[in-house]
């Protein structure tokens, strides 16, 4: 399998460990909402996706065994992302 | 599984795609900055807007798209490991997923639109600016997500014919990884949708 060009092959139990751990971490943003944190909430809404978006990208997505020019563009789209919200909020909090 | 049979550049297919999913992520990207503008200025209506939204329905499409995104993944490991029947299988079962989740949103929307709440109706414009404000970006965003999940049933409905043929097989399988990806992203926005729209409290 290895020889393959393109390399690696993602096994099974690595799928479905990713998975678990999805919803482990959807179970646990549910009930992080069901608290009363004030403005932690929405923060910890937030983090939580982006911890599951990782998993996604990097193990389901395959990101993590892609060349360094993938995780370049991956960053560029990211940090364009970043920088509108971050803009637009810098307008709407201090007009 | 040599240079020979690798007459494609999986790399530039695949950077491709990749190039095509960035857009879309800029796409839901603004309309997400526009949730969080009217959070922040109708943070009490967004709350009342939440409230009215059914948890079951918002959790358990997230488990059908998580799931689904378990089994593409495994149906491209399959192929490359040599397993078409599985592969073929897992395929059947993410589209399955993906109907299913139509489903749930058309009876979740038919309950919505039974209480009078649906974009332009008279009892949403009796209600707070905040709280119109708040379904019509729901309508917007789970509806363009809507149509997403649409189209992906329909990429890996095609790719399977083209993997029963054999023009995507173990050797050859850009498209199906592809096709993929495609179905992650789908997965990786209702992952924000879900916390922002139906757990807000």
Known sequence: ?95 | MNEAVHHKDYQGAKLGMWLFLFTELLLFGGLFILYGVYLNRYPEEFVEGGDQLNVLFGGGNTVVLLTSSLTVATSISALQKGNRKLCLGMLGVTIAAALLFLLNKFFEWSAKIGHGIYPGSPHLKEMAHGESVFFGLYYITTGLHGIHVLLGAGILTWVSLLVRNGKVNQGDFVTLENAGLYWHLVDLIWIFIFPLYYLIL
């Open chain 1, 1 to 95: 399998m290895s020889e393959h060009g393109e390399g690696h092959i993602l096994g099974y139990s690595t799928l479905v460990t990713v998975w678990l751990a999805l919803l482990v971490l959807t179970a646990l943003t549910v009930a992080v909402s069901r608290l009363d944190l004030g403005a932690v909430n929405i923060w910890a809404a937030i983090g939580i996706a982006c911890v599951k978006t990782s998993l996604v990208v990097a193990f389901f997505m395959h990101m993590k065994y892609e060349n360094r020019l993938f995780r370049g563009f991956l960053l560029i789209a990211l940090v364009t992302l970043i920088t509108f919200i971050g803009l637009t909020f810098f307008d709407v909090l201090y007009r």
